[in-house]
């Protein structure tokens, strides 16, 4: 019986993750559920699953929480903040942290389940956007094993040969083809993308997502961020990974071998896929998800991505191949200018040009700490802020 932690249960991919580990209570037991301030889900999500402790984001949500726990289920620990998520996430009896709260506001406890050298399943993609070199020495450090929820990565992870950390030169390995659905916005005219609003961003032809991730899919961002996570997971660079669009969202990446050999892992959009294979690795289990018709998929089609229509993913290349702070900047003015075009206070072509003034105005250095990361990533917001502030 493994115990599981998920950070962020109330969101897409926590659901996802309740779901399949429903399925095997002979495997798995929840040992703590954490949300933002969710109350009323993370609640019901008590009441079924039974864990350890529960988490909220805020002290007053806690306090709301704990006491309509009260009555059905008192021996639930309640907990609030970082020190509650850091708590949960390196407990001897968590053996497996999911790792599914949204934004840079996952790192803290994603690296506290990295120190204690657990298995981590990481949807959480900005943890490593921001920290990337940190987070892999920890992790090498402390004997954590990471394994890709992203499901691009998580499908690269399933066709990589065995000791691909050593490089892919050694291992036969050519390049990674990472493919993206080109999001709602594909072939929608250029003229029209700067009036789109917030639900036409959200509305994802294949997926069902949070929503900042559904914006980072229709800027493409999410592509970029996903650039910058393969570099990391899977020790390589960018010039080896290729961008190919397929709109079907049936394969979910590919492998190219230096003898042409290429490897895909396809099957149906659904999280539950990748869930349930970091959590059974080596194994495999059932996860919930049909099998892949592929009579009715009936095509597969394959095209370049027009960088023009989607200036995020240059961004992205951008800031990994400079290095240092430039993916936390990178990320950390994203994630204010997608809060704010979804509070509609700035325009979908905005998110872009704030991207872009904060990753040429603030230097890049090489972080020595942690902490200059979140100083960094703090400073950031504050200028992307500030910008929204003019536009507005
Ligand atoms: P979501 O918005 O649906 O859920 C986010 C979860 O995090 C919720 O439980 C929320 O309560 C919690 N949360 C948000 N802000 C928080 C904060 N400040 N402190 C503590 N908890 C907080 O997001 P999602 O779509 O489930 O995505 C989660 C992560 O997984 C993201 O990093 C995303 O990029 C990644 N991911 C998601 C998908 C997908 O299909 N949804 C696919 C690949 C990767
Ligand atoms: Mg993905």
Redesign the pocket.
């Known amino acids: 019986m493994k115990g599981v932690t998920v950070?962020?249960?109330?969101?897409?991919?926590?659901?996802?993750t309740l779901d399949v580990i429903a399925r095997h209570p002979d495997r798995y037991r929840i040992v703590a559920l954490?949300?933002?301030?969710?109350v009323d889900?993370?609640y019901r999500q008590c009441l079924q699953f039974r864990p350890d402790y529960a988490?909220?984001?805020d002290e007053q949500s806690a306090d709301h929480l704990q006491g309509r726990l009260q009555a059905e289920a008192p021996t639930i620990q309640v907990l609030s903040g970082?020190d509650g998520?850091e708590h949960v996430s390196q407990l001897p009896e968590a053996n497996y942290v999911m790792?599914?709260?949204?934004?840079a506001?996952?790192l803290l406890?994603a690296l506290s389940a990295v120190r204690a050298g657990k298995r981590l399943l990481l949807?959480?993609?900005?943890?490593l956007v921001v920290s990337g070199q940190l987070f892999m020495d920890e992790a090498a450090q402390h004997g954590a094993e990471i394994l890709p929820?992203?499901?691009?990565h998580n499908a690269i992870f399933q066709c990589m040969p065995a000791g691909y950390a050593k490089g892919f030169d050694g291992v036969g390995v050519r390049r990674i083809l990472l493919t993206a659905s080109g999001g709602p916005f594909r072939q929608t005219d250029m003229q029209e993308l700067a009036r789109v609003l917030p639900e036409q961003a959200c509305a994802h032809p294949n997926?069902?997502?949070?929503?900042?991730?559904?914006v980072?899919s229709a800027t493409m961002m999410?592509k970029g961020?996903e650039v910058i996570e393969a570099c990391w997971l899977f020790h390589t660079r960018p010039e080896r990974i290729k961008v190919v669009l397929h709109p079907q969202s049936i394969i979910h990446s590919m492998v190219e071998y230096t003898d042409g050999s290429v490897l895909a892992q396809m099957g149906n959009p659904d999280?539950r896929t990748?869930i349930a294979h970091a959590l059974a690795w080596p194994e495999r289990i059932e996860s919930g998800v049909s099998s892949l018709d592929l009579f009715e998929v009936a095509r597969l089609d394959f095209e370049a991505p027009d960088r023009q229509r989607f200036p995020c993913l240059s961004l992205a290349y951008q800031a990994i191949e400079q290095g240092g702070t430039a993916p936390a900047i990178l990320n950390a003015a994203n994630e204010i200018a997608v809060a704010a075009f979804l509070d509609r206070r700035v325009g979908f072509m905005a998110i872009p040009k704030i991207i872009e003034t904060a990753l040429s105005t603030i230097p890049a250095i090489e972080p020595q700490s942690l902490d200059e990361l979140l100083d960094v990533d703090a400073q950031t917001r504050i200028m992307a802020e500030q910008q929204i502030s003019t536009l507005v």
């Open positions: 950070l962020g249960s109330t969101g897409s991919i926590g659901v996802s954490t949300a933002n301030r969710n889900d993370l988490v909220m984001a970082v998520l790792a599914a709260i949204v934004g506001a996952g406890p949807a959480n993609k900005e943890a929820i992203d499901s691009e997926w069902s997502m949070g929503r900042k991730i559904s980072d999410n961020l999280m990748p």
